[in-house]
């Protein structure tokens, strides 16, 4: 695109799209009836046709949408050949064939096709939609486009939401619930979560954080492994639907393993500005969380230390590297001691012990 940038979906639902008015909706990408003229002297814009998407969110900026623009309707204009675009382009006037006028705004343009969005509209009526700044590829002077479309009555639909796909994550250490919908979906705007339940009759505490045209993402509050919860989410309808509704979404968290154990270690000698360090790595099977007391200390057979409680350690998220007071020998067997260290997400912290055979890596 040369005028338009993509952002997230729901940023914009977030911010422009509160308020919007519930009226029942087409099928998307219905062909509409249309007539076409360009202001002043040479050929006509062309036309290829022209669509109508419904109501919708846009996922392009639209630079001269207001905060609070109520409900949007989404045109698409494909044209014959291709055309260039003024920088201050724009949709400077819509009115319906009883004299209404609305607010429209231009969305992602291209040279072969645009989208209109369209504040408030009313299916069943005629419109009449004017464009300025657009012109035809390899012309010099920028003209003015009409377009005359007849959008038609819609129907009341009782299409509900459908959900496909339910999935639990725990990056990080944080629950997030994914839900896949089986079809298009449409958030109004103060669109929430009203409860959460769990299967032991325990109220939680959540919300949405993320939100697209086919799936959302829930955080729950404190939410305990091992149990299923019933989600409540107001404000949605599937796409064509005539009305928002609330729908239940079902998800089961999975019992944690809280068990943590080493998985690889490694020891490496480095030679740098005029010293030799030495330091044993130790990758773990989860990602972890230590105290402040936390510390590695490493032995040989005879009890003697190589790293002790005063001795520095990087932590990272699932791993974590000693400094060692002196070299080991490769080949021998050492015993390690890893202390206050847990699972992220667990409540206690516990000691790891266990022994490695000093290779360089």
């Not at 299916?123 to 012109?135: A, D, E, L």
């Not at 045209?213 to 599937?238: F, L, Q």
């Not at 989860?286 to 190589?306: L, P």
């Amino acid at each position: 695109m040369n005028f338009c940038k993509k952002i997230v979906i729901g940023l914009l639902t977030a911010c422009l799209l509160t308020g919007l008015i519930p009226q029942p909706a087409l099928a998307s990408s219905v062909k509409l009836s249309f007539t076409s003229k360009t202001s002043g002297s040479g050929d006509d814009i062309q036309v290829r046709r022209v669509t109508y998407d419904g109501e919708t969110t846009p996922d392009y900026i639209v630079y001269d949408l207001p905060q609070t623009p109520g409900s949007l309707h989404e045109l698409e204009v494909d044209f014959i050949s291709r055309v260039m675009w003024k920088g201050s382009a724009k949709v400077t006037s819509v009115k319906d064939n009883k004299g209404k006028t609305y607010k429209g705004y231009l969305g992602e343009r291209d040279d072969d096709d645009c989208e209109i969005y369209i504040s408030k509209l009313k299916t069943g009526r005629t419109y009449t939609i004017t464009i300025s700044g657009i012109k035809e590829f390899g012309t010099a002077k920028y003209r003015k486009l009409t377009l005359k479309v007849k959008i038609p009555a819609a129907g009341s639909s009782s299409k509900k939401v459908k959900v496909r796909k339910v999935t639990v994550d725990d990056d990080d250490g944080i629950t997030e619930i994914d839900v896949k919908f089986a079809g298009k979906v449409i958030w109004k705007g103060n669109a929430k979560i009203t409860s959460i339940r769990d299967n032991k009759g325990k109220s939680y505490q959540g919300h949405i954080t993320d939100r697209d045209d086919d799936d959302c993402e829930i955080y729950i509050h404190n939410v305990m492994p091992g149990r299923t919860y019933k989600i409540k989410i107001s404000g949605i309808k599937a796409a064509g639907a005539s009305s928002y509704e609330t729908i239940t979404v079902t998800a089961k968290v999975p019992a944690q393993n809280s068990s943590l154990t080493v998985k690889k270690t490694e020891y490496d000698v480095d030679y740098e500005y005029g010293r030799t360090e030495w330091t044993v790595s130790f990758d773990f099977n989860k990602k972890i969380s230590h105290g402040q007391n936390s510390c590695v200390i490493i032995t040989d057979s005879a009890g003697n230390e190589y790293s002790s409680k005063s001795s520095y350690v990087e932590w990272d998220d699932d791993e974590c590297e000693v400094h060692l007071s002196s070299g080991l020998t490769e080949g021998n067997t050492y015993h390690y001691k890893i202390t206050d260290i847990k699972p992220i997400g667990t409540n206690s912290y516990s000691t790891l012990t266990g022994t490695f055979i000093a290779y360089e890596d």
